[in-house]
């Protein structure tokens, strides 16, 4: 398949997995943070770390913008289904996420009215088709979805949609960058920049982890050769003593992001002074809600919400897999009280929290798997192949 | 938002499974003795916490539960098995194998909720037929004779019924089976959708024949006949919610003569399985835990359509769980492997069967997946919903 395959090529991964580890210094430890969620599912379902040496370890980063939503926040946005004449709408990855009485799924199952959409268009659709009914979409995500966001706001202005409205919690990824940096527990040696938000925000905004922090940063594709391409380049990086911020995602990412869409996020919305982030805290300036002008399609504006604040769990530590201080295996109720099913912290919930890429895919142990998965190739013709 | 409270499920949980809370600190093995990795510990932890009795902790049935996944399983354990426990129903085939006067029949049950009710390639009539043909078809048994149940919403176009039901007529003299008994219900507007089927069939065993996941050793070879996932995704293409369009069909077809060449064929069968909701993966894994052994797959060499692998890249969707209606899953001995992908392509339904992976011993109880990419991954069951991904 075009467009794909050539992105996976075994064959290009070999002779790159050669250059990586020709590049490792004998003896040192290498660290690189992969931001977003979405190459931390990639890592693990294309099982890309067995292509890294020993010496190349990938830490999980913040990425994921369903795990770092705090539980108080699913409590209302289930509050604002609970309304009368409400019809919530949002994301599928959000349906199980677990807030403090429970998820959109169990909600949706005691009788409210929760729809799973692809786009915040398909909200609005569903705010046309019942027009006696209140339809908010929760809106989720960084500066990837904020944009398709802001345009449906538009859109519902233009058409003069009165019955419709946004319970805003997208996030900004740089303070949670920021955050990380500032974090005393993590020594990191570069960072794989998140692609899908740099098709926005451009690469510019990261310019400070490689000046003032030192830290080399390469944005990357979500193909795992794109992923090892960027390894290498972080790898060049620092064998040459660099520290740039560098694109290998060029064929989606503008180096100055995409205006267009930063002008409607502009319009539409404007930075909260604070927010909380699971796991994270409260970060100054890190998330986004509608401006004053869109207030009548602001579903905090509209409804009453209850806004407690929910503890997490102490035994989840969501915040140190979030901050990449623990591997997801490290955690103390990782996959015996907080599981996939019945998942504690965000982290297991979406297929791109840490947690969960890592129980599905990789709940095995590397070393007895080599032995066990590739003693003979089958021999005989195998047939359909892929086209 | 100074007020704040507590998670009282979470920290529940958490208590519940206090025993297994890993401990930071290695466990205390004497010296000369290997002791696993902290990884291997925590890995051994949660296969036990796996192996634990499955329970049931919601309050209300969620659309996970009916999904095919972890869910479903958990439900069916803890809530059917746990009340109807007998030794029939213990191995949880896809049919019961009872015994009548020395006959040995297999015996299963479906139903049909499909939405919409006609798709490309089929529509739930001959679902609701071919699926419970592969049930019996899969359990070694000749099929005979199915029921029929309708459950139909106030409303529902008598023309729509008469073109269900000529689909059903159609199937079953394509599979050689006869519908014999039957039952109608109609519930009011808005009290269902549309229409809904449930069949049930019994079908004729040969004397001798001795199938099942569990009968799986290392060595063995998997197989799959033909190409996966067409049904599962030319359904979600159909429901007209994603704006994506394809040349889909779904695959839908009764396979009692693909199996029964197989079996012919004598070429050392362990287990058959029709791979539908929960889609191949979720059969593997019924196998590597029933078995205690690992199973090994090739992920180059599972058959996918370029169409199906195209809707599931957009969707995030792995095509090993996506539903087939007509699609073959068996374990072979691997001294037989040749014979029975001849036997199987000797079959038009069989044309595309492949060698997809095979039986190891280690680990046990895990699916492992050679990436075509190079790496390793497990391939676990479902959790429930394949739910898109948003980025």
């Not at chain 1, 210094?25 to 890592?43: A, D, L, S």
């Not at chain 1, 009914?133 to 398709?148: D, L, Q, R």
Request: charged share 25%.
């Amino acid at each position: 398949m075009r467009f794909v395959d050539e992105y996976r090529d075994a064959e290009k991964a070999r002779a790159l997995s050669a250059k990586i580890a020709g590049l490792c210094e004998p003896g040192r430890q290498y660290k690189f943070m992969e931001v977003c969620g979405g190459h931390t599912h990639t890592i693990y379902k294309h099982g890309l770390e067995d292509y890294l040496p020993e010496s190349v370890t990938l830490v999980h980063g913040p990425g994921c913008p369903v795990c770092v939503i705090p539980m108080g926040r699913v409590d209302d946005a289930i509050a604002l289904a609970e309304q009368p004449d409400v019809i919530m709408t949002s994301f599928g990855d959000m349906m199980r996420v677990p807030g403090g009485r429970g998820s959109f799924f169990d909600s949706k199952a005691a009788g409210t009215d929760i729809r799973m959409v692809y786009s915040p268009l398909d909200a609005l659709k569903v705010a046309r088709q019942n027009p006696d009914k209140h339809v908010v979409f929760m809106a989720i995500g960084f500066e990837t979805t904020a944009p398709s966001t802001a345009m449906t706001v538009l859109r519902a202005e233009a058409e003069g949609i009165e019955n419709f409205s946004i319970f805003c919690n997208h996030v900004t990824i740089i303070p949670a960058i920021k955050a990380i940096l500032d974090s005393p527990d993590l020594r990191l040696d570069g960072f794989i920049g998140p692609g899908h938000v740099s098709t926005v925000i451009g690469c510019r905004p990261y310019e400070f982890i490689a000046s003032e922090h030192g830290k080399p940063l390469v944005t990357a594709g979500f193909e795992p050769l794109d992923i090892l391409q960027s390894v290498y380049m972080l790898l060049v990086q620092l064998a040459e003593g660099r520290s740039e911020v560098e694109n290998q995602y060029g064929r989606v990412v503008p180096w100055d992001g995409n205006q267009v869409a930063l002008k409607a996020v502009g319009e539409v919305m404007e930075l909260r002074p604070y927010f909380e982030w699971r796991g994270l805290g409260f970060i100054s300036h890190s998330a986004l809600r509608m401006r004053e002008k869109f207030a009548s399609f602001d579903a905090e504006r509209h409804f009453d919400l209850p806004g407690v604040r929910v503890a997490d769990p102490k035994a989840c530590q969501c915040g140190e897999v979030l901050k990449g201080v623990l591997k997801p295996w490290e955690c103390k109720v990782f996959g015996t009280a907080c599981t996939p099913e019945t998942p504690i912290g965000t982290c297991m919930v979406s297929s791109e929290g840490a947690c969960a890429a890592y129980y599905n895919f990789g709940r095995f142990s590397r070393e007895r798997v080599r032995q066990a998965s590739r003693p003979e190739p089958v021999t005989i013709e195998t047939g359909a192949r892929r086209e | 938002m100074t007020e704040q409270r507590q998670a009282n499920w979470a920290e529940e949980a958490v208590r519940e499974h206090a025993e297994d809370v890993h401990d930071h600190e290695l466990a205390q093995y004497p010296s000369g003795v290997e002791h696993p990795s902290r990884e291997q510990q925590v890995l051994d932890r949660i296969e036990k916490a796996r192996a634990r009795k499955p329970k049931v902790k919601e309050e209300r049935i969620t659309l996970a539960h009916g999904a095919g996944g972890k869910a479903t399983q958990s439900l069916v354990e803890a809530i059917f098995l746990d009340s109807f426990r007998n030794p029939l129903l213990e191995p949880l085939e896809d049919a019961a194998i009872v015994t009548a006067n020395g006959t040995s029949l297999a015996f299963t049950t479906d139903s049909y909720v499909v939405s919409p009710l006609f798709f490309p390639g089929g529509d739930i009539g001959d679902l609701a037929v071919n699926g419970t043909v592969n049930d019996l078809a899969v359990s070694g048994a000749k099929p005979m004779h199915l029921s029929a149940g309708f459950i139909l919403e106030e409303g529902f176009p008598v023309a729509d019924l008469r073109r269900i039901v000529a689909s059903m007529a159609a199937a079953a003299a394509a599979a050689g089976v006869t519908i014999v008994t039957g039952d109608t219900k109609v519930v009011q507007r808005g009290k269902a959708d549309g229409c809904y089927i449930n069949t049930a069939g019994v079908g004729v065993r040969e004397p001798g024949c001795e199938l099942g996941v569990a009968t799986a050793r290392p060595g063995d070879a998997v197989l799959v006949s033909g190409p996966v996932g067409e049904h599962g995704m030319t359904i979600m293409l159909a429901r007209g919610e994603l704006d994506i369009e394809a040349e889909l069909e779904s695959d839908t077809a009764s396979m009692h003569e693909l199996v029964a060449g197989l079996m012919k064929a004598d070429v050392g069968v362990r287990a058959m399985r029709d791979a539908t909701r929960g889609g191949v993966a979720t059969i593997l894994n019924e196998v590597a835990q029933a078995a205690g052994v690992a199973v090994v797959v090739n992920e180059d060499d599972v058959p996918v359509r370029a169409e199906v692998r195209g809707a599931c890249e957009l969707l995030g969707i792995d095509p090993l769980y996506v539903a087939c209606e007509g699609r073959l899953v068996t374990i072979v001995d691997g001294a037989h492997t040749e014979e029975a992908l001849a036997a199987l392509r000797s079959h038009p339904l069989g044309a595309e069967a492949a060698v997809i992976g095979r039986i190891a011993d280690d680990p046990p109880g895990l699916v492992l997946l050679n990436t075509g990419f190079g790496g390793t991954r497990i391939v676990d069951l479902l959790v429930g919903d394949p739910l898109p991904r948003i980025c």
